[in-house]
């Protein structure tokens, strides 16, 4: 028995052939795809015969991606592009609608995150960079992509946290916010589409760049990147809208029935960190 899975681990689909048989000569589209969860869900994809189109903004690490893709036997198409300028979004968009007419599902990865103050990230614009990537450019692209997305009967996977369903944390303002946000929107958005699908995979601490200078979280267990790519390619083998750790649901109804105390415990929190910082 793998505890650390046990504990941590959304349901998942482990059985490449199974994947296969979901995705084999189908077009995928991964944003985020050059790094983490989004390229290790690009290289799973890849090894089931998926035609998987590649986009974030760094064209070197996508070509890297790609090239293991292909030595796999697969077939990869890199679309650099930043999804917070949207000239660039609009511009990948004719691209992808032009080459690929039908997409059969886009797993939605590209984001970051900033742990900091609230009032500290106001000079910084933190919240205007955050929900640039994490909502309005993923938003916009998906919008553009209309067409394509129907023809292709697609399903769309949001890779959202944990964090965008429990009660606001200290320190991540910005990010539960735009993370929470777009999940929303999503599936709002797709609930219009004809024959569109949109899931959310609710991801706990996951070993990444994201997370490398977060010092605090060096010690808590995580998943790999290549065990939560597995929870994310579950919505393409299965019809679930909700892919979550177990645990979850608890969190959440401890949020209902006692919002007050979560909210308390997560200042005592806060509190302690100041003072430790204060005394360092
Ligand atoms: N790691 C965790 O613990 C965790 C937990 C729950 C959910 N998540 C979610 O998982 C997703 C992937 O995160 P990760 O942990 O795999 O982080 P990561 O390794 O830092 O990957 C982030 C990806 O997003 C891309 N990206 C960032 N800004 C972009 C922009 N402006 N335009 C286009 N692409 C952009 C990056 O590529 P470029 O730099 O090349 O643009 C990279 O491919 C995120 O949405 C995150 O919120 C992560």
Redesign the pocket.
């Known amino acids: 028995m793998n505890w650390r899975r046990a504990l941590l681990s959304p349901p998942a689909c482990r059985d490449l052939p199974r994947l296969k048989r979901a995705v084999q000569g189908r077009t995928v589209l991964v944003?985020?795809?050059?790094?983490?969860?989004?390229?290790a869900t690009a290289c799973q994809l890849g090894r089931a015969g998926a035609t998987v189109l590649l986009?974030?903004?760094?064209d070197a690490?996508l070509q890297e991606v790609a090239a293991r893709i292909e030595a796999a036997g697969g077939r990869a198409v890199v679309m650099p592009?930043?999804?917070?300028d949207p000239a660039q979004v609009q511009a990948v968009a004719a691209r992808l609608l032009s080459e690929f007419p039908a997409l059969h599902a886009v797993i939605s990865?590209?984001?970051?995150?900033v742990r900091r103050r609230a009032q500290d990230g106001a000079a910084r614009r933190d919240l205007e960079r955050l929900l640039a990537?994490?909502f309005s450019?993923p938003a916009a692209l998906l919008l553009a992509l209309r067409p394509a997305l129907e023809s292709g009967r697609a399903v769309i996977v949001n890779?959202?946290?944990v964090s965008a369903r429990h009660v606001g944390a200290p320190r991540w303002a910005a990010y539960q916010g735009s993370?929470a946000g777009f999940d929303l929107w999503l599936q709002a958005a797709a609930a219009e589409w004809s024959g569109v699908r949109a899931a959310s995979v609710y991801?706990?601490?996951?070993r990444?760049?994201?997370?490398a200078p977060t010092q605090a979280y060096r010690y808590l267990p995580?998943l790999s990147?290549d065990e939560a790519a597995q929870a994310v390619t579950l919505p393409l083998v299965s019809p679930v809208v909700r892919v979550a750790p177990w645990w979850l649901g608890a969190v959440e109804v401890a949020g209902l029935i006692a919002p007050g105390a979560l909210a308390r415990a997560l200042r005592h929190l806060e509190a302690t960190e100041v003072r430790w910082a204060a005394r360092r």
């Open positions: 944003t985020g795809a050059s790094s983490g969860i989004g390229a986009l974030a903004r760094r690490a592009a930043d999804l917070s990865s590209a984001g970051r995150s990537v994490n450019g890779v959202s946290s993370k991801l706990p601490l996951v990444t760049p994201m997370v995580a990147a």
